[in-house]
């Protein structure tokens, strides 16, 4: 079976991981303030460490004022996770449409979308594309609005020569399982605002003030003080030790993704019924490989066929403005709507080989023209 996604561990990971259980410190300590100085120095601004990316937007949110009575403009067409995030933090998210080429926010419907409310901006870099960055920055500006990037598909992701998290308001990361680097579970949070970083950190240890900075020197606080609602959001050193290695093979795992994503990208320039995303690879770091139909492809049909045939695929989102929590009669998102049921996933991670990438699209052309 040739998997959609998966985690790539080796040896390395596997000796630090021992490492930190030979220790007995498991919790959060060195090996999670090693993790951020790394990614600090990738992404040449401070980065806090958490429990997951889902737990990075919901102390971002947190961190910037978003609660009760708030709203949050973010894409229907992400996972389920940018929306639970904006939920907790007692927000309402308001389903955004994507633009046809990107499957990025929509910037006329975004604007359209903006009230007295709002409060925050959560562009998601789908499949580590980011669409119109610089312009959602620029309406941001307009209405005074914070902008909270769900970056979780666009580690290492450039945009106009820059990474993604290396500037901007606030970035957020996950490394669960299959992104682009993993630490088992995790994420972070990465901005240059001082007040945010402090907040999270604090928040990611149920709101005890300063108790980063003594967990890191190897104290716990006795008497502290907490002022704020906190979570159990930390990362632990389990975690943080699998996350510098993967790091540190950061160039291998971009490469091949790359590689591979440009590989499909040469196959099915052309092919009939099948259209991709413009991305240049040279820039971005797929997450995620996607193909659209034409509306004449039977989606479920070809899903099924590519199983048989040892393939696995993904739908890569069913919109949130359809699930019963966030539902809204109200909203009608044009292309959301017209694109999701043409979608397909196919597969992507570092353990694939340029021949695996042709059996894959050789089954699927062959699959469509035989249909
Ligand atoms: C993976 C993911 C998240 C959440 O990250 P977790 O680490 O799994 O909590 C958020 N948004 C998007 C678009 C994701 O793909």
């Known amino acids: 079976m040739i998997r959609l996604s998966k985690s790539c561990i080796g040896a390395e990971e596997r000796q630090a991981v021992s490492l930190v259980l030979d220790s007995e410190f498991l919790g959060m300590g060195d090996t999670v303030r090693n993790f951020e100085k790394d990614l600090s120095l990738f992404l040449k601004r401070p980065a806090v460490c958490v429990s997951s990316g889902t737990a990075a937007l919901h102390l971002a949110l947190q961190a910037v004022g978003v609660g009760f009575g708030d709203e949050v403009i973010v894409q229907s067409l992400t996972y389920v996770a940018s929306f639970q995030a904006i939920s907790a933090a007692g927000a309402t998210p308001v389903s955004c449409d994507i633009d046809p080429e990107s499957l990025c926010m929509d ?66 990361f996950s490394f669960d399982g299959i992104k682009n680097i993993t630490s088992g579970e995790g994420g972070c949070i990465v901005t240059s605002d001082k007040r945010v970083l402090q907040k999270v950190k604090d928040a990611r240890l149920l709101g005890i003030k300063g108790d980063t900075e003594r967990r890191f020197s190897h104290e716990r606080s006795w008497e502290f003080s907490v002022s704020n609602q906190g979570w159990r959001y930390h990362m632990s050193n389990i975690m943080a030790a699998i996350g510098i290695e993967q790091l540190k093979k950061h160039r291998v795992f971009f490469l091949k993704r790359q590689i591979l994503a440009k590989k499909y990208d040469d196959i099915f320039d052309n092919v009939d019924n099948i259209k991709l995303i413009n991305h240049d690879y040279n820039v971005i770091v797929p997450h995620i490989y996607i193909i659209q139909f034409s509306n004449r492809v039977n989606r479920a049909y070809i899903k099924k066929s590519l199983e048989d045939n040892g393939i696995q695929s993904g739908i890569h989102y069913y919109p949130n403005h359809r699930l019963a929590l966030y539902k809204d009669s109200s909203v009608n998102l044009k292309n959301t709507d017209q694109i999701y049921p043409t979608i397909l996933t196919l597969p992507l991670h570092p353990d694939l080989e340029i021949p695996d990438i042709e059996y894959v699209a050789k089954t699927l052309i062959d699959l469509i023209n035989n249909e």
């Open 107 to 172: 910037l006329i419907d975004l604007e359209s979308k903006i009230t007295k409310k709002t409060k925050a901006i959560m562009p998601v870099h789908y499949s580590g594309g980011v669409g119109q960055l610089n312009e959602i920055y620029f309406i941001a500006k307009k209405y005074n609005l914070r902008v909270i990037e769900d970056g979780a598909h666009a580690f290492g992701s450039k945009y106009s020569g820059k990474r993604i998290g290396s500037f901007g308001d606030i970035s957020c």
